[in-house]
């Protein structure tokens, strides 16, 4: 149910999220062909051959999200983040967001990229709120001609593991 703003109700408990791989696949695609228009959605084929890549990695929430990135050394780029429509505004964007990060940091990556469209206000103030800035655009950049905007954010340097004296 959602609120008069048309945002769904705040996540009772933090959702479970758990490493996705090319097994899942057909899961994560059935979540991106929700979440994004006909033109912009991948079909499990797509999804499984970049989870096959080094590189690429997932992370699922079973109860309707995935973010999937790339990282090479210490730089990572999301490549998408999908939140089923009835889960929006309500923390999953957000906990994936951020377990990825984790991922990403203690991996080595200290700076991470993303494109966002123009016009997608929501993803926006949601990456606002997680501290990216824009660094770049690239015009006519997704199927329906609209406009990503590129967007950066610094990530801490992981803290070396220390076993004990």
């Known amino acids: 149910m959602r609120n008069r703003h048309g945002s769904a109700p705040p996540l009772s ?13 057909a899961v994560l695609a059935a979540i991106h062909a929700e979440s994004f228009p006909p033109a912009e959605r991948w079909d499990e084929a797509a999804i499984g051959e970049q989870l096959g890549l080094p590189g690429t990695r997932a992370l699922l929430a079973p109860t309707g999200g995935f973010v999937m990135w790339q990282q090479a050394a210490d730089e990572a780029e999301v490549l998408t983040l999908a939140v089923l429509p009835a889960l929006r505004r309500a923390g999953m964007g957000r906990a994936l967001m951020d377990a990825a990060m984790r991922a990403m940091t203690a991996a080595g990556a200290v700076v991470l990229f993303l494109e966002v469209a ?48």
């Open 118 to 165: 123009r016009n997608n206000q929501p993803a926006r103030r949601l990456y606002a709120t997680l501290g990216f800035v824009q660094v770049g655009e690239r015009r006519r950049y997704y199927a329906d001609g609209g406009d990503a905007l590129v967007l950066r954010r610094d990530l801490p340097m992981a803290t070396p593991h220390r076993s004990g004296a």
């Open 13 to 25: 408990a933090p959702p479970r999220i758990e490493p996705a791989g090319p097994a899942h696949a």
